[in-house]
């Protein structure tokens, strides 16, 4: 099967110059006053499309986060619409982060709603209820990043904890999400069928790279949970194979956004920079 998603990741990426994801996740009270006015779904959609804005050639790649948009309904969903196909428009490789893990036909509905209702490239998953959950979402041209190791602390009593036959519980997940992108490599080398390995986990990076050698890798928790250029190295091979995700670390820096009367799009855009340059590094070190 087809891996031109992936190879249309790595494009975006090297078109920017760096495996750097930025996370749309607009959070309403922390927006710049000028957009944090009237409705709330209206004022996270101009946040988001001034952050595209401010953005593009900078980073390749963004990830709307689901669950940032649906808590406002009907509208906020139409807002993420807006957002996903303005961010395909503007040459963005754009991520939809749900999240989605369920059987059967309800997985099928999950997929419909990423890849035709938002016009997602690709959509993070949840294989923990069975590999079979995750086929609804194998199409053609379009990408899954399976949760493997994920950042927040207490996935480690999920995650880690080690099994009869070897290995941890995160390690036979990440066989599973191996055996399944087998045959969905590009022209690149690399899987449509990717992992989230979390920034925060050095102590897994090694041995999940060995196990999971052709899938990308969507790297959370940089920046402002404690990821560093140092514990994302690992999780490359030959400065390829993963795209370093940082949110509000570059969404609201800490000179703004924009201040009083301030500019927060070149706060933002400035912010985005610093984070690109981090990326390139921790690539070019691994």
């Known amino acids: 099967m087809s891996g031109a998603a992936a190879d249309r990741l790595l494009a975006a990426m090297d078109a920017a110059g760096a495996p750097a994801c930025v996370g749309l996740d607009p959070v309403l009270s922390r927006l710049p006053e000028r957009v944090h006015q009237g409705d709330p779904a209206a004022a996270i959609e101009v946040f988001c499309l001034g952050a595209l804005e401010a953005i593009v050639g900078v980073v390749g790649v963004v990830k709307p986060q689901s669950a940032c948009f649906e808590r406002y309904g009907s509208a906020g969903v139409a807002a993420l619409e807006r957002v996903s196909r303005r961010a395909r428009e503007m040459g963005f490789f754009v991520i939809l982060d749900a999240k989605r893990g369920?059987?059967?036909?309800?997985?099928?509905?999950?997929?419909?709603?990423a890849y035709d209702a938002i016009g997602a490239d690709a959509v993070t998953v949840n294989p923990y209820l069975g590999f079979d959950t995750l086929e609804p979402f194998l199409r053609?041209?379009?990408?899954?990043?399976?949760?493997?190791?994920?950042?927040?602390?207490?996935?480690?009593?999920?995650?880690s904890p080690g099994l009869a036959g070897g290995g941890t519980v995160a390690e036979r997940v990440a066989r599973g999400v191996a055996e399944l992108g087998a045959s969905r490599t590009g022209e690149c080398g690399w899987s449509d069928v990717g992992a989230v390995v979390a920034a925060t986990k050095p102590e897994d990076a090694a041995r999940l790279r060995e196990v999971m050698p052709k899938q990308i890798f969507l790297v959370p928790g940089f920046g402002a949970q404690g990821g560093t250029v140092e514990t994302v190295r690992p999780l490359f091979a030959g400065g390829r194979g993963a795209v370093i995700n940082a949110s509000r670390s570059v969404l609201y820096p800490d000179q703004g956004p924009g201040g009083p009367g301030g500019d927060w799009r070149a706060d933002l855009r400035a912010a985005a920079e610093t984070f690109a340059s981090e990326a390139r590094a921790a690539a070019s070190a691994s």
């Open 140 to 159: 053609e041209d379009r990408a899954i990043f399976a949760l493997v190791r994920t950042s927040n602390p207490g996935s480690d009593a999920v995650q």
């Open 102 to 113: 369920d059987i059967g036909s309800t997985a099928e509905h999950y997929a419909a709603f």
